[in-house]
């Protein structure tokens, strides 16, 4: 049987979702904790991946089981009573066998997150910006990610991406009070790095950096290094994964 899990975490203190050696990651947290309540080697397939110190508020992970049906809501509960305080089961489901977290999902939805004040209680999880920047023409140039498929430009080099092409459904910024915003994009998929050298690039289109033309031959004819630079992974959150069940 398999089973989706539903769950939340601050990538403060991690080094990503994968596991990788002498590295704590999220997957192994997760791991380590189902294996404890199941008392038998369990294995997490995740729905992507995220970079160090990178959060997600909703992100989903699929384990198969041979046995008796799991009891959903009492392992969700027992989950959260062991794994660290920075990481929250939100929910496990019972699908379809051939249901895949990775490829099964339909779009993912990420928000990164910027304020435009010095403000203490923001620090954590948005980016201060030190200059003035021009929101509308970072949409204007946003608009243009909805036309576009190739996202080579904003890859991180040495990938193992067997495509760079990317449906986004959703490219805008978003302003939540008068200091602070976020930027929001949806897509079929991500590539590595993609979200935060997306950002770096509009907002050097917000401080003039660069022209909307400019903006556009890096779009369509740019390499990584043409791109703006790779923003912080702090304020960085994968929102939402999305799927058909």
């Excluded at 990788?20 to 904790?33: D, I, M, R, Y």
């Excluded at 305080?85 to 489901?93: E, N, S």
Aim: proline share 3%; aromatic share 12%.
């Amino acid at each position: 049987m398999r089973y989706f899990i539903f769950f939340g975490y601050d990538g403060t203190n991690y080094h990503g979702w994968q596991i990788q050696p002498n590295a704590n990651s999220v997957q192994q947290e997760l791991q380590k904790a189902l294996s404890t309540l199941l008392r038998r080697d369990m294995e997490v397939v995740g729905a992507g991946r995220t970079d160090t110190g990178v959060h997600a508020r909703k992100m989903a992970a699929h384990f198969d089981w041979e046995g008796e049906e799991l009891d959903a809501p009492q392992l969700t509960y027992r989950l959260n009573r062991i794994l660290p305080r920075d990481i929250a089961v939100k929910d496990i489901k019972r699908v379809a066998d051939d249901m895949h977290a990775r490829f099964s999902a339909s779009s993912r939805t990420y928000h990164y997150y910027i304020h435009t004040c010095k403000d203490p209680f923001e620090r954590h999880y948005s980016l201060q910006m030190n200059f003035p920047l021009d929101f509308d023409r970072m949409n204007q140039a946003a608009r243009h990610f909805l036309h576009h498929k190739d996202y080579a430009a904003f890859c991180k080099a040495g990938g193992d991406n067997k495509t760079t092409l990317c449906e986004v459904t959703q490219a805008q910024w978003v302003q939540t009070s008068p200091s602070t915003w976020y930027f929001e994009i949806t897509a079929n998929r991500f590539l590595r790095n993609m979200v935060r050298a997306v950002v770096g690039t509009l907002i050097d289109v917000g401080r003039g950096k660069i022209s909307e033309s400019q903006f556009l031959d890096i779009l369509h004819n740019g390499t990584r290094s043409d791109a703006g630079e790779s923003m912080p992974g702090h304020a960085l959150f994968l929102e939402e994964v999305r799927y058909d069940l």
